[in-house]
Nanobody, 124 residues
């Protein structure tokens, strides 16, 4: 059974930074892509960023490009989402997801394992 768990959410002022962390256990972490998604009261769950199994290639949504960075440390079975220059519209529950293949995707269907989510609130 693959288990995914996020941490690092919280309340931050606009313009500030947060780093989310996510661990996945139950299978070889370094063999699979990982992704971050978010859901706000106004929007359906949407793709934020994805990273391939090695960490060499990643994809970021246009809405966060240049502000957020996904990375991973396979030795620690952990994926990160560094969020800088946060805006009020980044307020959401952020979900970490473990992929079914080594390659990242923006499609939720490619991520069969999900964490419970962590709340990020940006005050303006």
């Amino acid at each position: 059974q693959v288990q995914v768990a996020e941490s690092g959410g919280g309340l931050v002022q606009a313009g500030g930074s947060l780093r989310l962390s996510c661990t996945a256990s139950g299978r070889r972490f370094s063999s699979y892509a990982m992704g971050w998604f978010r859901r706000s009261p106004e929007k359906e769950r949407e793709f934020v960023a994805g990273i391939d199994r090695s960490g060499s290639n990643s994809l970021h949504a246009d809405s966060v490009k240049g502000r957020f960075t996904i990375s991973r440390d396979n030795a620690k079975n952990t994926v990160y989402l560094q969020m800088n220059s946060l805006k009020a519209e980044d307020t959401a529950v952020y979900y970490c997801a473990a992929g079914r293949t080594p390659f990242y995707s923006s499609s939720q269907e490619e991520y069969p394992y999900w964490g419970q989510g962590t709340q990020v609130t940006v005050s303006s």
